[in-house]
């Protein structure tokens, strides 16, 4: 009875410190959109986590906007400007993309 129940508590501590060991996840799978979204977060956040990545190794972002076609449309892309420059409080969706300018302009807030 012993040797069994030695033998059992044997196994079970081996699986007890080697299952956590094939829990692995890789730097790439850490910052892929679906697990990003999987795990609570935003569109909008998967999208900055994969422009910083992409920002650091230089390369381009892997992201698809999600933007409408129609604003592909030059008449509808110039109404949008339009009310971009009205209404400066609106998004001009170029976050951490913008040069630093140390000089004012007129689409400054």
Do not use: W
Not at 83 to 93: A, I, R, T, V
């Amino acid at each position: 009875m012993k040797k069994i129940f030695s033998a059992l508590s044997v196994i079970f501590v081996f699986f007890a410190l080697a299952v956590p060991a094939l829990a692995v996840i890789t730097p790439e799978e850490a910052m892929s959109e679906t697990y990003i979204q999987g795990h609570g977060y935003s569109d909008e956040m998967a999208r900055l986590v994969d422009l910083q990545n992409a920002q650091i190794n230089c390369t381009q972002t892997k992201h698809k906007g999600d933007r409408p076609d129609i604003y592909n449309d030059k008449k509808v892309n110039f109404i949008r400007q339009i009310f971009k420059y009205l209404d400066c409080g609106l998004d001009d969706e170029k976050f951490m993309q913008h040069n630093t300018k140390f000089t004012t302009r007129y689409d400054d807030l």
